[in-house]
């Protein structure tokens, strides 16, 4: 038999929502990913609402492949506060991505801003040489 405490400042009617002693956690999911691609450069975005540059590592891996960890760095504190119900938070994830050819893999770059994760993908810039030349037809 699992004991809950029932909450005394919200109408009866709400005690069964709030009562996470029996109700079934959420499991985390993956982070919302979104790539685009322009002409110079493609664009990896990552949504992390409430992350900061700490909570993350991004590298190239011995492959190739791109590599997104993600670990929500938890505070140890006396906050006798606690979650009725929790729902959104990513305790610890982590993404490859295969890197297309064209990638300059020295130059690429991240950056967190309004909850976003941006990875900055530069191209590789491939100069079309024109060779104006005569062949010897042998």
């Known amino acids: 038999m699992t004991m809950y405490t029932r909450n005394n400042w919200l109408p009866e009617v ?6 996470t002693n029996r109700m079934p956690r959420t499991n985390a999911t993956a982070p919302a990913i979104n790539v685009l691609e322009s002409a110079t450069q493609y664009t990896v975005e990552l949504a992390a609402p409430g992350l900061k540059k700490e909570d993350f590592d991004v590298n190239v891996n011995a492959d190739g492949d ?4 993600m670990e929500r760095q938890q505070k140890s504190g006396d906050d006798p506060a606690h979650y009725l119900r929790r729902e959104f938070a990513y305790a610890k994830f982590e993404q490859t991505l295969i890197l297309p050819d064209d990638v300059d893999r020295q130059k690429i770059t991240a950056r967190v801003a309004d ?4 990875v900055d993908l530069p191209k590789v810039s491939r ?6 030349r005569s062949i010897e037809v042998g």
């Not at 709400?14 to 009562?19: A, E, G, I, Q, V």
């Not at 791109?66 to 960890?69: A, M, R």
């Not at 100069?127 to 104006?132: A, C, D, T």
Request: aromatic share 16%; net charge negative; no cysteine.
């Open 127 to 132: 100069q079309e040489q024109q060779v104006v």
């Open 14 to 19: 709400f005690n069964d929502f709030f009562d």
């Open 66 to 69: 791109l590599t997104i960890k």
């Open 115 to 118: 909850g976003v994760l941006t």
